[in-house]
Every structure is written in structure tokens, then in C-alpha cells.
């Protein structure tokens, strides 16, 4: 279970290993719902879709335009869109982001620089071809947690969590927490209803005070924003999941 699936690379690499036999991916923001949307129930008319519009700058601009509206909800125009400036945009973001190689593209890297129809083209069929075993959902991330727990009590499940970044999610993410958010998250997880899960978040003051009861440990991650640059993330897993002696405390970079 993915509760902020984003791209939902966890969810979907390991049903790729056939590591799990079903994954449930859900995102609040109706984007990116709508991009997951069209891709697992119009695969054939996403494919053509994306084979047939170019990586250009007029692209761009008309796919901008559609995100940049107060969607209502779900349309394939939007999903694909939003894809499109995930895929043509500088670090991925879909809105308050330029084109990657700049509005006259004159930078190192061209719009295209990560838009590869072929290969992506087969990343899709894949998609399609296991659209029976992932579920989709368009919900608030806690109240997608406390349905799957429930409905979900008897069964092996891990939930994967990445919710938006306390520093930078207003930036970063469509659908951004406030600390009241954050909080609510936290105590629902620490009450233990959630089974097994794994959390992962920017370091940050707010979430060390939140999990301090749980383990932690740092992961260092490559971004390129604006450069490539190294930063520290968080994993936070309950006690319950990792026996006391193999606990990892995290320290201050």
C-alpha cells in the first residue's frame, strides 16, 4: 500500500519481482490520480497518445495549461498531461516549474532530455498487462490508511509511506501537508492500527519529535533540482517491525 504513491516506484518495483501479488496506490491530488488513472484503464490510447504528441515547447504550454486549472475530476486529458510535465519538467514538477532546457531551450538538456517514447512505451504495456492487480484510489492519505487498515486487519500487508515533505512540500508536492496534517499522520500511526508499515520523510525537527519512540535511520539521497546534490531522508519503522538489536538510531548528519 502506497498512501502518497506519486510515481509509486516502490509499489510497482516490487510487483515487478513478484515480491507482493497486489499493490493498492492511492494519491489525494486528482493529477496524478488521473495520470495513474489513464494509463491502467486507456493503456492503448495512452500509448498512442504519447507516441503521436511531440516533446516540444507548444506541448508543453497546452499541457500546462490543463494542470494549471482547478480540476474537478477525472479526464484522460489530465492524466496525460500531467504526465507529459512530470516527464518534460525541471525536477519533475508539475506545478511552479519551467521546461527542462528553458522556455527558448537553450540549456544543456532539451525538453525531451527524459520523454523516450519507445522505452516508456513498454513501461506502459507492462503496466497494462498487470492492471488487474493494482488497485487505484483518489483519497486523503489517512483516511486511505484507516480503510485499508480495516479492511485489511486479517491479511500480510506493508504499508509504504512518503508523504510530502514538512520543508519543502508546499514546493514540491500537489497535494501539500500543513503540521496539523503531519501530526494527525503521526498519531494515527503511532496507535499501532496500522500493521506493518515504513515511513519515509525529509529530516526534519518536526518528524524527529513525531516518531521519536520508533527507529530511525538516515538514507542519503541524490537530487537534482537545480544541481545535483546529496540530502538526508528518514526512514522511520515501529519498534515492532525490526528486533531492538538491529535497530539502526538515526544521528545528525
Not at 14 to 28: E, F, K, M, P, T
Not at 151 to 157: G, I, Q, T, V, Y
Not at 221 to 241: D, F, G, I, W
Request: net charge neutral.
Amino acid at each position: 500500500m502506497e498512501p502518497y504513491c506519486g510515481g509509486a516506484g516502490a509499489a510497482l518495483g516490487l510487483l515487478a519481482q513478484n515480491a507482493v501479488s497486489r499493490v493498492h496506490i492511492n494519491d489525494g491530488d486528482i493529477r496524478v490520480y488521473s495520470a495513474w488513472r489513464a494509463m491502467l484503464t486507456e493503456n492503448d490510447r495512452f500509448i498512442d497518445e504519447l507516441n503521436s504528441r511531440p516533446a516540444n515547447i507548444k506541448t508543453w504550454h497546452d499541457c500546462r495549461d490543463i494542470v494549471s486549472q482547478t480540476p474537478t475530476g477525472y479526464s484522460f486529458e489530465l492524466g496525460f498531461a500531467t504526465f507529459f510535465i512530470n516527464r518534460t519538467s525541471r525536477a519533475g514538477i508539475v506545478l511552479g516549474s519551467g521546461p527542462i532546457g528553458g522556455y527558448a531551450q537553450d540549456g544543456n538538456w532539451k525538453i525531451d532530455a527524459r520523454y523516450y517514447p519507445e522505452t516508456i512505451s513498454k513501461r506502459l504495456k507492462w503496466l497494462g498487462q498487470k492492471a488487474a492487480q493494482i488497485e487505484l484510489s483518489n483519497e486523503d492519505g489517512i483516511d486511505f490508511l484507516k480503510r485499508k487498515s480495516n479492511e485489511l486487519s486479517d491479511e500480510p500487508a506493508l504499508y509504504l509511506i512518503d508523504p510530502p515533505y514538512v520543508k519543502a512540500g508546499g514546493r514540491l508536492y500537489l497535494n501539500a501537508m500543513d503540521e496539523q496534517k503531519h501530526r494527525a499522520l503521526a498519531k494515527f500511526l503511532n496507535e499501532g492500527m496500522c500493521g506493518k508499515w515504513v515511513l519515509t520523510y525529509d529530516d526534519h525537527p518536526l518528524v524527529r519529535e513525531l516518531y521519536q519512540t520508533c527507529n530511525m535511520r538516515l538514507l542519503h539521497v541524490n537530487y537534482s533540482l537545480k544541481r545535483t546534490r546529496k540530502e538526508a531522508e528518514l526512514m522511520v519503522e515501529p519498534h515492532m517491525l525490526m528486533a531492538a538489536e538491529t535497530a539502526y538510531p538515526a544521528h545528525s548528519p
